[in-house]
């Protein structure tokens, strides 16, 4: 399956696997990138020397294209960038922020630079400051998301620029591949059906508790403070909307979340950690490695593409 995004990125299936922070870690990246897909290493809120161990972990992995998901909020995120240049690591994701001050060493070097954004004027920016191709994010995803829903979104980004288009956001099969393909994005991201991957190395609560999801099971938290997240509900979810309705301020909220993320990976608290997933969440069940997930789902988009167009005979 070949697209504009599997020929910029030297990748054989238009697959990207999300760039989760203490989630996506050397051995999912290689996994993906082994499977014909792109792999990314999450830095999330991780030190540089932390970011680079992880990068050399994974070349001894795989000789396959991977990438790194800078969060440019990071503290470390001036030598997490330099680091992706000093490893030679030749494709970059970012998000939380803006990647223009790194650009020129990144293009110097060769580097592919893939923003993620939620809308048509963020879009436009990046594309001005030289990103490769884009990640068009919908607000079904899991984290930190937009407002607009990827079926509205990813047709208006794919009309206003001209580079490639990977659409996020409520995918987790091959009829989102397909649908994808459709609106005209080249490719998809997908975060939370690689949570059951069986090279994913997160808690077994975690794996379970999304295996378990319904459709209706994601809440937001934060929308009233301006950093809305999705997550699957919990007794720390509750607690949180309770407060935010009730007007509690920014920083006891934040309190409330502190860690969460990693009490859930790591600890497999999944009452008091935040379990982030998208609202795919009630479709995703199957553990498989990544290389059963990706044939699958190109498998799949293939054969609904193939029988939709069957159907204009």
Known sequence: MKTRITELLGIEYPVIQGGMAWVADHHLAAA???AGGLGLIGAGGAPASVVTEQ???CKALTDKPFGVNIMLLNPEADAIAKAVVDMDVKVVTTGAGSPEKYMAMWKEAGVKVIPVVASVALAKRM????????????????GHIGELTTMALVPQVVDAVSVPVVAAGGIGDGRGLAAALM??????????????AEETNIHQNYKDRVAKASDIDTQVTGRSTGHPVRILRN????QYLKLEKEGAGFEELEYLTLGGLKKAVVDGDIKNGSVMAGQIAGLVSKQQTCAQMIQEIVQEAETVMRDRLALLD
């Not at 007794?235 to 509750?238: L, V």
């Open 32 to 34: 993906v990138a082994n």
């Open 55 to 57: 990068i050399r972990q």
């Open 127 to 142: 594309e001005r400051c030289g990103a490769d191709a884009l990640v068009a994010e919908g607000t079904e995803s899991g």
């Open 183 to 196: 609106l005209g994005a080249a490719g998809v991201q997908m975060g939370t059906r690689f949570l059951l």
């Open 235 to 238: 007794a720390m979810s509750r």
